[in-house]
């Protein structure tokens, strides 16, 4: 069955630094998303992608955020320079419509 | 962010019972709802979804109800099984524009099915 993969599963990272956190979509999607959750909250939405180009981002997202497709197989979330509150597992998704795929999340640790 | 509410913060059955996990929403701009299944280290896997227009949606053991009057859907699991044994979330979304797979998540249940 074809599934959302992300890689890597664990990155800890020193306050200020760049990580960038990838995901492979399920090839036929459309659609991609990259949400978070903080230890102990809910799952929040980030960002969407469609057609080569942001749809919508929360205010979460703001612009030490940015995504990319590099090409056609990779969605990478790029946090340009981190901060401690940026601790979370971070998860990619995929969708053809309505419904979100979800991959097995990035748990990145920022010290 | 309070738009979906899941007041249960846990739910313990036994097995071959039946399983209600029950959700609330404020925003009436939703349209679309889904129910995750979460294990701990793992992302949300998708189980089963219902669009406003509908009431009922059934997929083996799972069935969600939604009361749009109400804006309180439901998931029934029916018989229960220990597998089922996770974190169970209620996503809401438009369907219109670009929100699709925009998901606000409620806050989850844990239910533990007993042997």
């Known amino acids: 069955e074809p599934e959302v993969t992300q890689t890597p599963s664990h990155q800890v990272t020193q306050m200020g630094q760049e990580v960038i956190l990838r995901c492979v979509p399920i090839?036929?999607?459309?659609?991609f998303y990259w949400y978070r959750q903080i230890l102990g909250q809910k799952v929040e939405f980030l960002v969407s992608?469609?057609?080569?180009?942001?749809?919508?981002k929360s205010e979460i997202f703001d612009d030490q955020f940015s995504v990319e497709r590099p090409d056609g197989s990779n969605f990478t979330l790029k946090i340009r320079s981190t901060k401690l509150e940026d601790s979370a597992m971070y998860f990619c998704?995929?969708?053809?419509?309505?419904?979100?795929?979800f991959g097995q999340g990035t748990r990145l640790t920022v010290v | 962010d309070q738009q979906v509410k899941q007041n249960s913060p846990s739910l313990s059955v036994q097995e071959g019972r039946i399983s209600i996990l029950n959700c609330d929403y404020t925003?009436?701009?939703?349209?679309?709802f889904l129910w995750y299944k979460k294990y701990p280290a793992e992302g949300p896997t998708f189980l089963i979804s219902?669009?406003?227009?509908?009431d009922k949606n059934e997929d083996g053991r799972f069935t969600v109800f939604l009361n749009k009057s109400a804006k309180h859907l439901s998931l029934h699991i029916v018989p229960s099984q220990p597998g089922d044994s996770a974190v169970y979330f209620c996503?809401?979304?438009?369907?219109?524009?670009?929100?699709?797979?925009?998901?606000?998540f409620g806050q989850g249940t844990i239910l533990t099915v007993h042997p």
């Open positions: 996503a809401a979304s438009g369907t219109g524009g670009t929100s699709y797979g925009k998901l606000t």
């Open positions: 998704a995929s969708g053809q419509w309505a419904e979100a795929f």
């Open positions: 992608f469609y057609n080569n180009e942001i749809s919508e």
């Open positions: 925003n009436s701009m939703f349209d679309y």
């Open positions: 219902i669009s406003s227009i509908k």
């Open positions: 090839s036929n999607h459309l659609y």
